[in-house]
């Protein structure tokens, strides 16, 4: 069993730091398991994400409710991996794509494609007065510096139409058409290698999980790999999902109720599993870590008439538990002002991994640190840059390129 952590852990009042080289010697100086340190929500935003090494792009603040439009499943995964994207149509084939944290807007030119059903159901379905069509677009997925983006047209409401798009180029890599679709929207998951996606609906009762769409049209416009497209099994409605470094673009791990599964996409076989030895736990969410060497499940545990939130910590791929780490009284699966489903939340080199607690005087965020993974001299060396070195500024250290590529790539 791992550590436990409790609120009699953090009577101590713990050293702030006020800079990441600061944090580095206190984060080599600490065991495993230990605190950190913890500062308020407002100060993790502002500055101490960037100081711990949490120098990503991810979103904390921004509420995600309104854009489910009140259609989501119980748990509403963090299938972004914290980013937050808006986006619309500048003319009628170009779409316009704006990221908050990255502060960039882009434009990107879709192809137009059509199916023999859906030239059949318009000629059927024709508007009596001649109208533009309504259409609502939304990034449902993000991976790697590629995007998904789900169409819905009340031209075509059987249908809806995923783009797939690369960020960096600018540029459709492909697309995909659902048919039956019935105007939902879509829970998208990609695989470490963007080869694979497994899609599932994102509905408010669990009987509308079971409808019968299909995949028209699946074509790839650049030098892209051929995808392969997956519908979730319908025996898995409410469960959570991640992809795993380690385990590669055929596997994917569930988790529900107290079990943590591993399917394989083709056929939705199990490979192994894991149970948690805690009665009445519920999994409500599973995160992997960049490299997958750790998975984060955050579970429900009933106690003394309340319902309180943990956190366990596995290593991949024994499943041997590191720590626990007690969350009561944060509310999920989020608020207002705070996006708390990309909590818990790993840092880029993986050496420490950040909670959100709820106290009587606000909230906080926690910084607890991991085991350190002994590969190599080389891979040391690429989680202490990642620590000191945001991956904006990867490309002005003065590095050949292929090791700036192997920095910015998380390899295992």
């Avoid at 993000?142 to 031209?155: A, F």
């Avoid at 699946?218 to 470094?245: D, E, G, Q, R, W």
């Avoid at 965020?365 to 001299?377: A, G, M, W």
């Amino acid at each position: 069993m791992g550590n436990t952590l409790t609120f009699s852990s953090h009577s101590k009042k713990k050293p702030q730091v006020s800079n990441k080289i600061d944090f580095y010697k206190l984060l080599t100086s600490s065991a495993t398991c230990d605190e950190l340190m913890s500062c308020s929500f407002g100060s993790w935003c502002r500055d101490h994400r960037f100081i711990c090494g949490f120098s990503d792009q991810a979103d904390y603040t921004s509420n995600r409710q309104p854009l489910l439009q009140l259609n989501g499943s119980l748990n509403k995964p963090d299938t972004m991996e914290g980013r937050f994207f808006r986006c619309g149509f500048k003319i009628r084939n170009e779409l316009m794509i704006f990221e908050k944290e990255a502060l960039r807007c882009l434009t990107v030119q879709l192809p137009r494609e059509t199916t023999p059903e859906m030239t059949a159901y318009f000629h059927r379905h024709r508007p009596r007065r001649r109208r533009r069509s309504i259409r609502t677009a939304r990034v449902v997925a993000y991976h790697d510096g590629t995007i998904i983006v789900q169409l819905n047209s009340d031209r075509h409401p059987p249908f809806t139409k995923f783009f797939i798009i690369n960020l960096e180029q600018q540029k459709c890599c492909g697309q995909f058409i659902l048919y039956n679709s019935l105007r939902r929207w879509y829970e998208v998951y990609i695989s470490p290698s963007s080869t694979h996606i497994v899609l599932r609906p994102d509905v408010r009762y669990q009987f509308q999980a079971n409808i019968n769409y299909h995949i028209q049209v699946i074509k790839s416009y650049t030098s892209m790999p051929p995808v392969i497209i997956s519908k979730m099994a319908v025996l898995l409605p409410h469960h959570s999902f991640t992809y795993n470094k380690q385990l590669g673009d055929e596997d994917i791990i569930a988790a529900g109720n107290r079990s943590i599964k591993i399917y394989k996409t083709s056929d939705w076989s199990v490979t192994s599993q894991y149970i948690l030895p805690i009665s009445d736990a519920t999994i409500q969410q599973i995160r992997s870590s960049p490299t997958g060497d750790y998975l984060a499940v955050r579970y429900t545990f009933p106690a003394n008439g309340y319902c309180y939130n943990h956190i366990l910590i596995l290593h991949y791929p024994d499943f041997s538990e590191i720590m626990h780490v007690d969350i009561r009284g944060t509310y999920w699966p989020v608020s207002e002002l705070i996006n708390v489903q990309v909590f818990p939340r790993f840092s880029l080199s993986e050496s420490c991994f950040a909670v959100i607690k709820q106290r009587n005087y606000g909230r906080k965020v926690f910084i607890y640190k991991l085991p350190t993974e002994l590969r190599s001299l080389q891979d040391l060396c690429r989680r202490a840059i990642l620590h000191l070195v945001t991956p904006r500024d990867i490309s002005k250290l003065p590095l050949p390129s292929t090791v700036q590529k192997y920095l910015s790539e998380h390899p295992t």
